[in-house]
Each structure stands twice: as structure tokens, then as C-alpha cells.
């Protein structure tokens, strides 16, 4: 077999036996929890990075914006300015505060557990119109 055959269930879901009439749920493939660690963490390393580049931008512009004698042209702390920035996003991204990471796993793992609340799916795949 090929190792894309549409076939075949994704990398790390392995395949459920529920009846054709079964709910979405039911039908859908047990999750490999080992699979689910691992999207969950590289979902949250995105949203972080996502959020420490907008921060850094963010004062990039400012810097650029600022007026010579500013206290934002400053750029004697920068190191230590991006280091902050990195911590922010880390932190900010760990709660998902964006919510970036919440719509990669309902994309990487449609049947997660780790959905927000008030996120409704119409459709276990990426929605698409024919």
C-alpha cells in the first residue's frame, strides 16, 4: 500500500468500526493520544511564535515611527526587549489566547476534546466548497 492512500487513516488515527448510520462522532477514528500530545504542543509552539513575531513588529514600527531623541529609539535593551517578547507569547500562547491553536487542532485532530465552548465544526474536515 501506498503511503498516501486516501484510503488510510492519517498519521497516528487509527481506524474505528462503527456502522455507516452512526453520528459523525461514532464514525470518526480513535485518536492516539500520543498523536493528540504531540498536536496540541506543536499547535501552541505556533500560536506562540505567532504572537512573539506580531509583538516584535509591534515594536520594530514603533522604533521606526519614533522620533530621534525617543525613548522608544532606545536600542540598548532590545535584547532583553525580545526576551520579554518570547516569555509574553509563550505564556500568552500556553492559555490560547489568540485561539490559533485551537483552529489548528480542529483541523490536525477534528474530534478533540481541546475545542473552545463556543467553536462549532460543521464538518469533521477542512470545509471546502465544491
Not at 486516501?6 to 464514525?27: H, I, Q, S
Amino acid at each position: 500500500m501506498d503511503a498516501l492512500d486516501p484510503k488510510m487513516p492519517p498519521v497516528g488515527l487509527t481506524m474505528g468500526a462503527a456502522p455507516e448510520d452512526a453520528p459523525v462522532a461514532a464514525r470518526a477514528p480513535a485518536i492516539d493520544p500520543e498523536y493528540l500530545t504531540q498536536a496540541t504542543e506543536a499547535a501552541e509552539k505556533f500560536e506562540s511564535f505567532f504572537i512573539a513575531e506580531t509583538l516584535r513588529q509591534m515594536r520594530r514600527s514603533t522604533r521606526e515611527m519614533a522620533s530621534e531623541d525617543s525613548v522608544f529609539n532606545n536600542r540598548v535593551n532590545e535584547d532583553m526587549l525580545d526576551l520579554a517578547d518570547t516569555l509574553v507569547a509563550d505564556t500568552m500562547a500556553s492559555q490560547r489566547a489568540f485561539g490559533i491553536a485551537d483552529v489548528l487542532l480542529r483541523q490536525l485532530v477534528p474530534e478533540s476534546v481541546d475545542a473552545p465552548s463556543g467553536f462549532k465544526v460543521t464538518s469533521p474536515a477542512v470545509a471546502s466548497k465544491p
